[in-house]
């Protein structure tokens, strides 16, 4: 009989479907076996955990058909099948089947223990049902069990997950006994919060012998996130007895999130190992401080690259405008036969194609995102339909937005924004009214994008009647984009009373774009002594903005003030600014061809 157990556990183990498992089951019907207690304990055993869906549902309907209904006095005292059972549950898919599991064990007398109590613990922590867990708590409180210090750990640990520090706190204070579990959870815990002085008065409480890496890691990683803390970070790390990969880690990021590239790399250089976190994070520095080629001579001595790694050259490369080379790294890539791009790859890709302006490249993309099966109900969609709108094709942007079942309101913010950049304010307008009838919720994001659709479009109604939706309705405070949007609506309308009213009235200083705005708008209008003082304010407040001397000079210039031209003009010189030139793309032939004002072409080829 135990062979025959045994052959069936291993045929079972080798099912690759679940048309397999059932044909089994079948026959485990027809010969009887399936009641023997011991064949159906191993099966629950060896895969009510399984990783393969159909193996687990299989174990957990063996579970429940011959175990919950008909279980015996044995199972009532020993609950370690019930805890496979809800184990699978509490860290599988599925966490609130534990919960219910657990109910139906105290409703059927089934003994219950520590190890039950801290998988339910588990399943609540991770659905955040801190309600369950308090009932727990309370439960515990009535049993012998209270005092296990393993599952005072436990509610620990359920607190911090649900984001109730205090209670966490109260817990920790109340125990009589403590180790250093309860310990690094709380640090861990206020870490988390950015209360790292609370941390530290923490681990300053811990004897040397209770205080492990994860006790120092954590105190590390805490101080440096922050530009004060890093050099207490620095010492902590000095003072360590013994360090791991994630110490060295920690550290590197923190001097690389501060700019302290040189200090980061005086790490990397002694490091006794690196993983490819090491690497990229390295290259992730140099790139954000502008040292491409630095970055690129780290990526090429890596002696293993993973998806992580290209992707931290791709941004690198996308954050300082070399979008060619960004392309040339992801063609790279997809000749590494063990690689797979994620979407945080393609996401980069699309950028770096939007930036280009090559729309040639961003229908191939497309293609080869469809065929490859990704999910465009996130980051990958909104991606996709900005770069159509930024190639210029809108059609193609609307037909992405509308093949996308499951959208959120940033696919509506990206396809609303590319309606304005194509100056289709109405039909942006439109969008907001359709959002508004499908209860979407819009951010302020929603709104800039309508208002600067409005202001392109010259819809001043719309664009005022947005800006109060958004005010009144939505109980969205506006930001400086959305004054610089009304301004720009309003100026461009010709009210530049009521432009310069708002700017008066607006609860934030406005920015140097804002009065650039206005400016432009009392030139246009022949606003002469309005638009005379802003061009003064702005020049005293940006000096070194070329745009505000020309608006000044044009503006000169319309009135027929060729002296005060010559003025503008000669300051301009004395101080050294230079006029930014114009400049324009167009791709033909597979090339994109780039023009200044006043210089030869530049072109690109991919």
């Avoid at 005022?464 to 004054?483: G, N, V």
């Avoid at 200083?509 to 638009?531: M, Q, Y």
Wanted: charged residues 20%; neutral net charge.
């Amino acid at each position: 009989m135990e062979c025959s157990i045994s052959s069936t556990i291993q045929v079972l183990g080798s099912c690759k479907t679940s048309y397999d498992v059932n044909k089994i089951h079948a026959g485990l019907i027809k010969t009887g076996i399936i009641k023997n207690s011991n064949l159906t304990t191993r099966i629950v055993l060896a895969f009510a955990a399984s990783r393969r869906p159909y193996l687990a549902e299989f174990a957990r309907c063996v579970f429940h058909e011959y175990h919950v209904c008909s279980f015996s006095a044995v199972e009532m005292e020993d609950p370690f099948l019930w805890n496979a059972v809800i184990k699978s549950h509490s860290h599988g898919k599925d966490p609130r089947q534990a919960l219910l599991l657990f109910c139906l064990m105290l409703e059927n007398g089934v003994f219950v223990d520590k190890f039950s109590l801290s998988l339910v613990l588990k399943a609540c922590s991770r659905l955040g049902f801190v309600k369950g867990g308090m009932q727990i708590h309370g439960f515990l409180k009535k049993t012998g069990l209270w005092s296990d210090l393993f599952l005072q750990n436990c509610l620990i640990g359920l607190y911090l997950k649900c984001g109730c520090l205090g209670f966490a706190r109260q817990m920790f204070d109340r125990m009589p006994l403590r180790d250093s579990v309860s310990y690094n959870s709380m640090i861990d815990g206020y870490v988390k919060c950015g209360l790292i002085e609370s941390a530290r008065e923490l681990f300053d409480l811990m004897s040397m012998e209770m205080k492990n890496l994860i006790s120092w890691n954590s105190m590390i990683s805490g101080y440096a996130q922050t530009s004060d803390g890093v050099d207490i970070a620095s010492k902590l790390f000095a003072e360590m007895p013994e360090k791991d990969l994630i110490s060295w880690n920690s550290m590197i990021d923190g001097y690389v999130k501060h700019g302290r590239i040189e200090d980061a790399k005086g790490l990397f250089d002694v490091m006794p190992r690196r993983d490819v976190v090491t690497w990229a994070t390295m290259i992730d520095g140099y790139a954000k401080l502008g040292f491409v080629y630095q970055a690129k001579t780290l990526f090429d001595l890596m002696p293993h690259r993973d998806v992580v790694a290209y992707n931290s050259m791709m941004a690198g490369y996308v954050q300082n405008r070399y979008h060619m080379e960004a392309l040339e790294i992801f063609s790279d890539m997809e000749k590494e036969s063990h690689l797979s791009p994620d979407e945080t790859t393609l996401v980069i890709v699309l950028s770096a194609i939007a930036q280009l302006g090559r729309l040639s490249k961003a229908m191939d993309m497309h293609l080869y995102i469809v065929e490859k099966q990704f999910y465009l109900g996130g980051k990958l969609g909104v991606a996709l339909i900005d770069m159509f709108s930024k190639c210029g094709s809108i059609q193609h942007a609307m037909l992405v937005f509308e093949g996308i079942k499951s959208k959120n309101i940033d696919h509506w913010n990206a396809m609303i924004g590319g309606l304005a950049v194509h100056g289709l304010g109405e039909s942006a307008f439109n969008m907001l009214l359709q959002i508004e009838r499908l209860s979407i919720i819009p951010d302020d994001i929603t709104f800039v994008g309508v208002l600067n659709a409005c202001s392109h479009s010259g819809l001043v109604k719309e664009g005022l009647l947005c800006f109060e939706l958004m005010r009144r309705k939505h109980k969205i405070e506006p930001r400086l984009q959305h004054y610089g949007c009304m301004v720009d609506i309003l100026s461009r309308s010709g009210s530049i009373e009521l432009a310069k009213n708002l700017i008066e009235e607006m609860p934030i200083e406005p920015n140097d774009v804002i009065w650039r705005t206005f400016l432009t708008a009392c030139s246009h209008h022949k606003e002469f002594e309005t638009g005379e003082l802003v061009a003064k304010h702005l020049i005293l407040q940006a000096g070194y903005n070329p745009s505000s001397y020309v608006l000044l000079s044009n503006m000169y210039a319309s009135f027929g003030m060729w002296k005060e031209v010559r003025r503008v003009r000669t300051m301009m010189k004395e101080r050294k600014i230079e006029k930014i030139p114009g400049c324009s793309w167009i791709e033909l032939d597979g090339r994109v061809h780039e023009f200044f004002v006043d210089s030869i072409e530049v072109s690109n080829t991919l």
